[in-house]
């Protein structure tokens, strides 16, 4: 129930939220293994830079001057990876940005390689960038290896609160009301969270778990 | 070079000048017309002005303006600056789809219809995050080593859980 996505567009929104009136530009990206090809390196850094020009009143000179100059090759250019690296250095250098990046795990290993790479380097020219990085455990040691000495890692899952705020705007939606009465709802509500967080006590977990992630 | 550029024949630019345009005001395209064979080298630019202009016919050129009958540098002015407003808009929407083919804002917004407020806000409330963030002072404004924050969760017990 609380999924990757989830908690990726809840940290977006978030973010949108509290930096509307900063100088800064939220940026997010969702990796879907469906889209494994779609989703290479550049195309994804890619995406990052439009979402930081899309908000910008006025194109950045350096993109700027690189687009018109692509368009003098026959059948255009695209963007390689080193450009687009030096232009988010550069453009994350002025502007405050937030990344946030949605089921790493999902992203193909070898361009997740070359993309916590770039991550890298535009770091260190910027370091007031911020990444926030979702994704399964099993990634955790690679994103902590490649990132070295940047990491905070969090365990994500869904508190009892959670749950108990998903059932009842589930039960708010029930189809066949007639089949539910109040204290059937009562009863809903007091023994699944109960239930779910028994399972889980035993992680040693207190408040929260790390579950009910996909 | 110039012939890399995507344009119509320029039979069909002078068709489209006629019929949209040259009624209205013809020393504009009259005008237009005597600069094409002329000067080679800017030929095919014009054809191109000539192209955009009458494509947006909307636009200043159904307003003659006063004195450019006589000057021609005028109308040139005046064309310029239709394919300047006309390019701006476009150039921009194809410089962002240069960047990159994907919209991940679309699917931020897909993701965003389906999720239920409130869940997992707790994480906002973390230690971590707030290091990460740099809210209420922790780093200056985020300036700590630590750019990155990783959120994990467990697999296998996913979404057909409760669902």
């Known amino acids: 129930m609380l ?5 990726s567009s809840l940290v977006v929104d978030k973010l949108c939220d509290q930096e509307r009136e900063q100088n ?35 194109v950045p000179g350096e993109i700027s001057r690189a687009f018109q100059e692509q368009r003098m090759a026959i059948g255009g250019r695209g963007l390689r990876l080193p450009d687009i690296v030096k232009m988010l250095q550069t453009i994350t250098s002025s502007l ?18 070359k993309l916590l790479d770039s991550l890298r380097q535009i770091l260190e020219k910027s370091p007031r960038t911020r990444i926030c990085i979702i994704g399964r455990p099993h990634i955790r040691a690679e994103v902590e290896k490649r990132l070295a000495g940047r990491v905070i890692s969090v365990s994500v899952g869904t508190s009892r609160d959670d749950i108990t ?27 699944i969270p109960e239930n779910v967080s028994e399972m889980y006590v035993g992680q040693g977990h207190r408040e929260s778990f790390p579950t009910l992630f996909c | 070079m110039v012939d890399g550029i995507d344009l119509p024949s320029p039979y069909a630019s002078t068709d489209m000048c006629e019929a949209s345009f040259m ?4 020393r504009f395209s009259s005008a237009a017309l005597l600069q094409l064979p002329g000067d080679p080298s800017t030929g095919h630019n014009q054809r191109l002005l000539l192209y955009n202009s009458a494509g947006s016919k909307d636009r200043k050129m159904s307003q003659p303006t006063a004195g450019s009958s006589t000057n021609f540098s005028n109308n040139s002015n005046s064309f310029n600056n239709v394919w300047n407003n006309y390019t701006v808009a476009d150039d921009r929407s194809q410089l962002l789809a240069w960047l990159s083919p994907l919209e991940p804002k679309l699917r931020h917004r897909d993701i965003q219809e389906h999720r239920i407020d409130n869940v997992g806000e707790w994480l906002m409330h973390t230690e971590e995050f707030r290091s990460w963030h740099g809210w209420h002072g922790c780093h200056g404004e985020g300036e700590g080593d630590n750019g990155v924050l990783f959120c994990y969760g467990a697999p296998g017990v996913g979404k057909t859980f409760i669902r």
């Open chain 1, 3 to 7: 999924t990757s996505h989830d908690v």
């Open chain 2, 23 to 26: 009624p209205r005001d013809p």
């Open chain 1, 165 to 191: 705020e998903y059932i009842r705007v589930r039960l708010g939606e029930d189809g066949t009301p007639d089949a539910m009465d109040e204290s059937l709802a009562a009863d809903i509500m007091e023994k």
């Open chain 1, 24 to 58: 800064t530009a939220v940026t997010c990206f969702y990796f879907d293994f469906a889209a494994r090809k779609e989703h290479s390196v550049t195309n994804m850094l890619g995406s990052l830079l439009k979402q930081i020009v899309g908000g910008m009143a006025k």
């Open chain 1, 96 to 113: 405050r940005t937030f990344v946030c990046i949605d089921a790493l795990d999902e992203c193909a290993p070898v361009h997740r390689v």
